[in-house]
């Protein structure tokens, strides 16, 4: 096939794209506010409390929904927990390392944490930071239809879009689970993320199963 056969051929499939998108538009999900309450506030052996958003973060998020917690389990050990939901066609696809520096954390060291689920493995992201002698530790990655978990915000996006065209569902969450790093002990640090946050995800698919979908 020629450059210019396949060119046309580009063209002719987002055409196809385009046309199927503008007959089939995207499903409307309603999720009303507070719905991401029904997420557990106990898991197993961890206790929470419900926290709050500034009005100033609310309004940048542009979140549909959103879920803030702080769990504690028997040791008296700290997880701050965040669900960012949007819908329809909005991405909500923002790096946190922005916000940690906007508030003045200097980041120290990051990596990618293999987290295990029946869905299938996937990494994570994580983040080292420091302000004032603190250390913390985050762990983040986007989740999406058809229950794509991925690192890769890029990944996110493309699924989020794909969905839209092929089943009519568009949706995604921001997802970060966070602790004080004490002692300098970052692998004790990340043992006690990869175990909270492999335990939330147990829980995700029927968080987010809507009218059409699997649990």
């Known amino acids: 096939m020629t450059a210019r056969a396949r060119i046309v ?12 998108v503008h007959l089939n538009p995207p499903e ?18 961890w206790r929470s409390v419900d926290l ?5 973060v609310y309004e940048e998020l542009e979140a549909d929904d959103t879920l803030a917690r ?13 669900i960012v939901f949007h819908q329809n066609d909005r991405y909500g696809a923002h790096d946190p390392l922005v916000c940690y520096q906007s508030q003045g954390w ?10 295990e689920r029946e869905a299938g493995d996937f990494d994570a992201n994580w983040i080292l930071v420091e302000s004032a002698s603190v250390m913390r530790l985050a762990l983040y990655w986007w989740y999406t239809a058809g229950d794509l978990a991925t690192a890769d915000r ?17 949706y995604g969450a921001f997802i970060r689970s966070s602790t004080v790093v004490e002692g300098h002990d970052l692998d004790g640090a990340l043992e006690r993320l990869r175990g909270f946050s492999e335990t939330a995800l147990t829980r995700l698919p029927a968080l987010f199963a809507f009218e059409g979908e699997e649990e």
């Open 154 to 170: 890029d990944q996110f996006m493309s699924r989020m879009a794909a969905s839209g065209i092929l089943s009519n569902v568009t």
């Open 70 to 82: 702080r769990y504690t389990n028997e040791e008296n050990e700290s997880v701050w927990f965040v």
């Open 52 to 56: 709050a958003f500034t009005e100033v």
């Open 28 to 45: 409307r999900i309603t999720l009303e506010a507070g719905t991401l309450n029904a997420f557990p506030s106990a898991l197993d052996g």
């Open 106 to 115: 200097m980041l120290i060291d990051s990596g990618l944490l293999r987290l």
């Open 9 to 20: 051929v580009v063209v002719l499939l987002l055409a196809g794209a385009a046309a199927y």
